[in-house]
């Protein structure tokens, strides 16, 4: 298993530039994460889906868009880039409900520059 | 979710176990403990969770205390590629909802040479 896969690893945008940040998971969890984390600080929640078709937001979901049209996928849109939306991005999954005491499992981050 | 309280940072020696606290007086009966670490740059990576009863596995050992308001993290011999920043993290979980964790700004482990 790859596990969470995350892509791309680096990019720049200018501000007003759109992009998708793109996770997918091979590992069959019905639960997926986006989290952002901004430097020495530490992860905030934007949105989660427990499964295809159902996403909802985190703590900090303003600027941003998903959907989860697969079990596999949850891509992370951003229409309006702006500087503040300079982060590093984590998708994660973790396995379903009836085993909800499972850890979470993180790809290895987008770091996302906007000037 | 309960709030938890960690030191900012802690150094170790190379070779020696390292104890990382956590409090969490707020914590309800049905709440875990969670441990996640992050090495620099990457993805948190999970450690170990336990409810009530002190829990090892092949990377950590967690104890949480009787009254579970607070837990202790212990690598019982740490390596250079132990820094890293450790969260403590305590949640419920409930059919009905998901499994979000909140992380906040964790302990910096350094191990030291």
């Known amino acids: 298993n790859a596990g969470v896969t995350q892509t791309p690893k680096f990019r720049i945008l200018k501000i007003g530039q759109s992009m998708t940040l793109q996770c997918t998971q091979d590992?069959?969890?019905?639960?997926m994460y986006w989290y952002r984390q901004d430097p020495g600080m530490g992860l905030k929640l934007i949105y989660y889906s427990v499964g295809a078709g159902i996403t909802d937001k985190g703590e900090v979901p303003n600027g941003y868009n998903v959907s989860r049209s697969t079990t596999e996928d949850f891509p992370l849109r951003l229409e309006l880039a702006a500087p503040s939306q300079t982060s590093v991005y984590f998708c994660a999954s973790s396995p379903p409900v009836s085993s909800y005491n499972s850890p979470l499992h993180f790809g290895n981050g987008t770091r996302l520059t906007v000037t | 979710d309960a709030k938890t309280t960690q030191p900012p940072s802690m150094d170790c020696a190379e070779g020696r176990a390292a104890n990382l606290p956590c409090n969490h007086s707020?914590?309800?009966?049905?709440?875990?403990v969670y441990w996640y670490r992050q090495i620099h740059s990457q993805g948190p990576q999970y450690i170990i969770h336990g409810l009530k009863n002190n829990e090892t596995n092949e990377m950590a050992s967690l104890i949480i205390t009787e009254d579970r308001k607070s837990s202790t993290l212990i690598l019982p011999h740490a390596t250079l590629r132990d820094t890293a920043v450790y969260y403590c993290i305590v949640r419920v979980s409930s059919s009905g909802s998901a499994r979000q964790l909140t992380f906040g700004s964790g302990t910096q482990l350094t191990v030291l040479p």
């Open positions: 707020t914590i309800s009966g049905n709440e875990y």
């Open positions: 590992m069959n969890h019905n639960y």
